[in-house]
């Protein structure tokens, strides 16, 4: 059920309709990340999909560090790993929509 979500808020419908490249020209080179907030390519797509993970898994983690009750010292890393994966999920998605307001200018 989570990947069916990571798939589907990455685009992976748009991606099967659509057909859409990988990598997309832009002038007299080529990027990964197209300049357009309304189309995406396969790399952005998969891209959105793995942090879409990396916060879902990150959640995951920080909960099942409450069921560790009589180790506090596991449920802390287990805290921390899980904060770390949805801090990075999170940075990596503001980056991503950071190139796209900013590649095609």
Do not use: C
């Not at 059920?1 to 990988?22: K, Q, R, V």
């Not at 396969?42 to 916060?55: D, G, K, P, Y």
């Not at 991503?96 to 307001?101: A, N």
């Amino acid at each position: 059920m989570i990947l069916f979500t990571a798939f589907i808020a990455g685009g992976g419908i748009y991606d099967l309709l659509d057909n859409p490249p990988s990598l997309y020209p832009s002038g007299n080179r080529w990027v990964a990340v197209h300049p357009f907030q309304s189309d995406q390519t396969i790399n952005e797509s998969i891209v959105s999909m793995l942090l879409t993970l990396f916060m879902v898994g990150g959640l995951i983690i920080a909960y099942k560090s409450t069921k560790v009750s009589n180790d506090s010292r596991k449920a802390n890393s287990m805290v921390v790993i899980g904060i770390t994966l949805i801090l990075m999920g999170l940075a990596g998605s503001h980056y991503l929509l950071l190139l796209k307001s900013t590649i095609g200018r």
